[in-house]
């Protein structure tokens, strides 16, 4: 799927993500694009669709945020931009939460591709100008 958007259809493209992971059974979608692209946003309104009761908040700093939804399932939300290489990644046990079967959201996926499995759901975003986005949702 391919489309422009903008960022007051937020909630309706979190859906679409949502259907998508639900058709193609992947647990775990990469969020690529530049700063500012809207990632967290999109994160943020897929977890708020799907009932988290937690405050969703970019991991930065903790590189792993756990949320928990009201019917108590866990969402793992990881922000991989301050890893130095993909041993960091590796020490943190990353392959462990992507083979857990729990919806995985990541951002800033590229250090980690060689540890994401094959049927990884691919979202990209581009900036149009400050309210529009372009999407691009890559199915394995």
């Not at 897929?46 to 590189?63: E, K, M, W």
Request: aromatic share 10%.
């Amino acid at each position: 799927m391919e489309k422009s958007f903008s960022l007051n259809q937020i909630e309706q493209i979190a859906d679409e993500i949502i259907q998508t992971i639900k058709q193609t059974g992947s647990p775990i979608v990469a969020f690529y694009g530049k700063m500012g692209s809207g990632k967290t946003t999109l994160i943020k309104a897929i977890c708020t669709r799907l009932g988290v009761v937690d405050i969703v908040q970019s991991p930065t700093f903790a590189i792993i945020n756990q949320y928990m939804t009201e019917s108590g399932l866990s969402i793992y939300h990881f922000d991989f931009y301050r890893l130095n290489n993909i041993d960091d990644a590796i020490n943190l046990g990353v392959e462990d939460y992507f083979y857990s079967g729990d919806l995985c959201l990541i951002e800033w996926p590229e250090i980690v591709e060689p540890l994401l499995p094959s049927n990884t759901l691919r979202v990209k975003l581009q900036i149009i100008d400050h309210t529009h986005r372009k999407i691009v949702i890559n199915a394995a």
